[in-house]
């Protein structure tokens, strides 16, 4: 999946993830055998994509994901809850 987001100074990136939904806890099968414990929804981001210029001008797509997060631009725990909470809201 891609979402363009606005970081805090102003960048557009866009951002390559993988999203699992939620699953409910099943306490009992339908035939009574015990069920499964259920799991929260997951995000694993793979890449955060901005649009530079090179110095010849010409633009280019650039994975930004470890630079953002080895200047603390961004917090990757964050960046993934906020993907999550995206995805919450749109299914409510």
């Known amino acids: 999946m891609e979402l363009t987001i606005e970081?805090?100074?102003?960048w557009h990136v866009v951002v390559d993830y993988e999203y699992t939904a939620p699953e409910p806890a099943i306490y009992y099968t339908s035939n009574g055998d015990?069920?499964?414990?259920?799991s929260a929804a997951d995000v694993k981001i793979y890449s955060v994509w901005?649009?530079?210029?090179?110095?010849?001008?010409?633009?280019?797509?650039?994975?930004?994901?470890?630079?953002?997060?080895?200047?603390d631009l961004i917090d990757i725990d964050?960046?993934?809850?906020?993907?999550?909470?995206?995805?919450?809201?749109?299914y409510e």
């Open 50 to 71: 901005a649009t530079l210029t090179e110095r010849n001008g010409k633009l280019v797509q650039v994975d930004v994901l470890n630079f953002l997060v080895d200047t």
């Open 7 to 10: 970081l805090d100074n102003g």
């Open 78 to 90: 964050t960046l993934e809850q906020e993907l999550i909470d995206k995805h919450e809201i749109n």
């Open 34 to 38: 015990p069920g499964h414990p259920g």
